[in-house]
């Protein structure tokens, strides 16, 4: 089993930018793929990024693509989200997530299986 626990959100301008971090405990955290996600109020968590066990792939959800980059860092336990050029409908919960098995590349949910708690990211225009 593996914790996860983000930070770095918070008020930012249009334009800005916010790095994002999700820490994990375990010594197995170079075993999962690993995925941010969002939330705004009133809609469904969707996809944001994911990456690969190594870090060498990645996926994006076309919202963020160009924008967003993530990146991970096995030998600290931890995964980043830089988040440039920012937007109002950027603002969300955003969450980290691993993935046990499977592709690295899924947008699903339901294809993840540990959560963190959670970081509010609200981007003022």
């Known amino acids: 089993q593996v914790q996860l626990v983000e930070s770095g959100g918070g008020l930012v301008q249009a334009g800005g930018s916010l790095r994002l971090s999700c820490a994990a405990s375990?010594?197995?955290?170079?075993?999962?793929?690993m995925g941010w996600f969002r939330q705004a109020p009133g809609k469904e968590r969707e996809f944001a990024a994911s990456?690969?066990?190594?870090?060498?792939?990645?996926y994006y959800a076309d919202s963020v693509r160009g924008r967003f980059t993530i990146s991970r860092d096995n030998a600290k336990n931890t995964v980043f989200l830089q988040m440039n050029s920012l937007k109002p409908e950027d603002t969300a919960v955003y969450y980290c997530?691993?993935?046990?098995?499977?592709?690295?590349?899924?947008?699903?949910?339901?294809?993840?299986?540990?959560w963190g708690q959670g970081t509010q990211v609200t981007v003022s225009s």
């Open positions: 375990g010594r197995t955290f170079s075993s999962y793929n």
């Open positions: 997530a691993a993935r046990v098995s499977g592709s690295w590349s899924s947008a699903s949910v339901s294809g993840y299986d540990y």
């Open positions: 990456i690969s066990r190594s870090g060498g792939s990645t």
